[in-house]
């Protein structure tokens, strides 16, 4: 490997769960984990819980009582554990990892109202909540961590990363890096490494 000053994480996150893939400066594929960011509790407490509080899929059979407040409680519960979470995963990727993390790549989140009970009025934020949740846990505690946040657009990452590599298409490139470290080696693994190589495009926040 190539010496290198600094690395990028890039994510690809799926529910509580992420993929997080971390590159050097150098290209050189350092880091593949996968993380979960809550557990024992529900993963998805906005499209679940929240929408069962204000009376939506009523009549599913999968559909639970529960009041708003004790909605609104269980969402907090989860804000809090996903936090713990992501400062407990970033602190022993940051520890793994043989030099220092600048940056963190995370798919770009849709703009949602300030607060839970809004989110879970407006069916529209209550569909993505539950992902930005998960994805604004991770920006936080990087920024924590002096990390920078770079936020990626899921439909340009491939082109993006091919840009900045210099190479019209990115896949072999890829497919090269996942041989380097064996499977599992899936379209999310791909994904976050083309967010972390393509994160120098990006403004970081």
Same mark, same amino acid.
């Given at each position: 490997?190539?010496?290198?000053?600094?690395?990028?994480?890039?994510?690809?996150?799926?529910?509580?769960?992420?993929?997080?893939?971390?590159?050097?400066?150098?290209?050189?594929?350092? /880091?593949?984990?996968? @993380?979960?960011?809550?557990?024992?509790?529900?993963?998805?407490?906005?499209?679940?819980?929240? #929408?069962?509080?204000?009376?939506?899929?009523?009549?599913?059979?999968?559909?639970?009582? @529960?009041?708003?407040?004790?909605?609104?409680?269980?969402?907090?519960?989860?804000?809090?554990?996903?936090?713990?979470?992501?400062?407990?995963?970033?602190?022993?990727?940051?520890?793994?990892? %043989?030099?220092?993390?600048?940056?963190?790549?995370?798919?770009?989140?849709?703009?949602?109202? %300030?607060?839970?009970?809004?989110?879970?009025?407006?069916?529209?934020?209550?569909?993505?909540?539950?992902?930005?949740?998960?994805?604004? #846990?991770?920006?936080?505690?990087?920024?924590?961590?002096?990390?920078?946040?770079?936020?990626?657009?899921? /439909?340009?990452?491939?082109?993006?990363?091919?840009?900045?590599?210099?190479?019209?298409?990115? /896949?072999?490139?890829?497919?090269?890096?996942?041989?380097?470290?064996? %499977?599992?080696?899936?379209?999310?693994?791909?994904?976050?490494?083309? #967010?972390?190589? #393509?994160?120098?495009?990006? %403004?970081?926040?």
């Amino acid at each position: 490997m190539h010496a290198a000053a600094t690395a990028t994480t890039g994510v690809a996150e799926h529910g509580n769960s992420a993929i997080l893939v971390t590159v050097s400066s150098n290209r050189d594929l350092l /880091d593949r984990r996968r @993380i979960d960011l809550t557990t024992g509790l529900p993963t998805h407490p906005y499209h679940h819980e929240g #929408a069962w509080a204000v009376g939506r899929y009523r009549d599913s059979p999968w559909a639970k009582p @529960i009041t708003l407040p004790e909605a609104v409680a269980l969402i907090e519960r989860v804000h809090e554990a996903a936090q713990r979470g992501a400062r407990e995963a970033l602190a022993a990727l940051a520890a793994a990892v %043989p030099v220092p993390i600048s940056g963190i790549a995370i798919r770009a989140c849709p703009a949602l109202p %300030p607060t839970i009970e809004e989110r879970i009025a407006d069916h529209r934020a209550q569909l993505v909540a539950d992902s930005v949740l998960y994805r604004q #846990a991770l920006a936080t505690e990087a920024v924590a961590r002096g990390w920078s946040v770079r936020w990626y657009d899921r /439909d340009r990452v491939l082109q993006d990363a091919a840009v900045v590599l210099g190479r019209g298409d990115v /896949d072999a490139f890829l497919h090269a890096m996942g041989r380097s470290i064996g %499977p599992p080696w899936q379209a999310k693994h791909k994904i976050a490494a083309a #967010a972390a190589i #393509a994160g120098a495009m990006h %403004p970081a926040t």
